[in-house]
């Protein structure tokens, strides 16, 4: 089965820094993956994703990730933090071979300082 | 294009009671999952379901909780006899119908608070 784990529950950067939210996964099978973000009281909203092809995926707000498949990661990258950023982010992939289901990791709060 | 809609927003159930939470799906998506969030904790998986058809119930557990897809009408979860663990929020997603590496659209939730 898949599983993802999100290094560092809570991240703080400055406004205007360099975001960097760490995920690794672990799959028998060429994963598809997903960055989600929660705000408050909210559902998920995603912000991006890959499947095949370009290893650079671009998305949403600004955000990008790189899937690594040497290194088994799909990190999430801003280069310059937005107050409005600050959120809940969550990486996921696709449960299991032929099932549509995906498994989060447990989360990083990101809090971005004025 | 309306979203995924879940009602109530906001549920109090006493010990003992019976919770129902309810799912729409966006327009023109047939699948469905449900997903429960702890406090200060990830999303866990608990059952997917197409119409009239449980696919993967692999999160559920065992004993009180149940989900449906009807033919008609919304997908229902079903929590009976709650205990204040069940106290969390409940999250439906869904997809389109036979795309695997499709995206999960998810709703607001429902915050279920059992005291």
Known sequence: AQSVTQLGSHVSVSEGALVLLRCNYSSSVPPYLFWYVQYPNQGLQLLLKYTTGATLVKGINGFEAEFKKSETSFHLTKPSAHMSDAAEYFCAVRKDTGRRALTFGSGTRLQVQP | ?115
């Open chain 2, 1 to 115: 294009n309306a979203g995924v809609m879940q009602n109530p927003r906001h549920l109090v159930r006493r010990r003992g009671q019976e919770a129902r939470l309810r799912c729409s799906p966006m327009k023109g998506h047939s699948h469905v999952y449900w997903y429960r969030q702890l406090p200060e904790e990830g999303l866990k998986f608990m059952v997917y379901l197409q119409k009239e058809n449980i696919i993967d119930e692999s999160g559920m557990p065992k004993e009180r909780f149940s989900a449906e897809f009807p033919k008609e009408g919304p997908s229902i979860l079903r929590i009976q006899q709650v205990v204040r663990g069940d106290s969390a929020a409940y999250f439906c997603a869904s997809s389109p119908d036979g795309v695997d590496n499709s995206p999960l659209h998810f709703g607001n939730g429902t915050r279920l608070t059992v005291t």
